[in-house]
């Protein structure tokens, strides 16, 4: 099993207010875009579409089936929204995309993150692996439930949201909410 480096750099808009946070990209193959959640799929960019515009398609580019990136990156960065993972590096112990089968190498400084992006008072993570490795990170003992908000530090939150993997089935509106929610608190 080999090592695998991140494919991507972060994405740190200069007014960004909520970094989101995933585990790691799954692999190359299953990618419709170079960008985050890449995977047609996964639906993060369908519950973003749906919290934002009241259209799960919004992002959609369904001839292609794909997402529309520049349509993506502009509105990240007119909202001030960054994305990156928890891990630099990683192993995949198996040849797919669970975290279940993802080993972490060499997690994420996040400190080093936040620093560039000063107006950011909000983490966002979109799996159970995510939010552990935040917690850790932070020196939390116990990860927080689901939809709910925690203090990492002074200053600093942890709004942890479902997964947008449909390997976790959790029905979409219930997504849709869970992201609507914390956006009206980050916002």
């Given amino acids: 099993m080999t090592l695998e480096q991140h494919p991507l750099e972060p994405f740190l808009p200069k ?18 875009m170079n960008f985050y959640y890449p995977n047609f799929q996964n639906d993060h960019w369908r519950i973003e579409g749906a919290v934002w515009f009241g259209d799960k398609d919004y992002f959609v580019d369904k001839e292609r ?25 990683v192993r995949r112990l198996k040849n797919n995309a669970s975290d279940a089968f993802l080993e972490i190498v060499e997690p994420t400084d996040l400190r080093a993150l936040l620093r560039q ?6 983490i966002a993570t979109t799996g159970e692996k995510a939010t552990g ?9 116990k990860i ?25 089935p959790l ?9 609507r929610e914390m956006f009206k608190q980050v916002f």
């Fill in 65 to 89: 089936k794909s997402f529309n990136k520049a349509k993506i990156v502009d509105f990240l960065n007119e909202k001030g929204i960054a994305l990156y993972d928890t891990a630099k590096v």
């Fill in 144 to 168: 927080p439930a689901l939809g709910t908000v925690t203090e990492l530090e002074e200053g600093l939150s942890l709004y942890r949201l479902p997964s947008s993997s449909r390997a976790y």
């Fill in 117 to 122: 992006i000063p107006l950011c008072h909000d």
């Fill in 15 to 32: 007014n960004a207010k909520v970094l989101f946070l995933g585990s790691f990209p799954p692999p190359k193959q299953r990618w419709c």
């Fill in 171 to 179: 029905a979409f509106e219930k997504e849709v909410e869970a992201y």
């Fill in 133 to 141: 490795e935040v917690c850790r990170y932070f020196g939390l003992d």
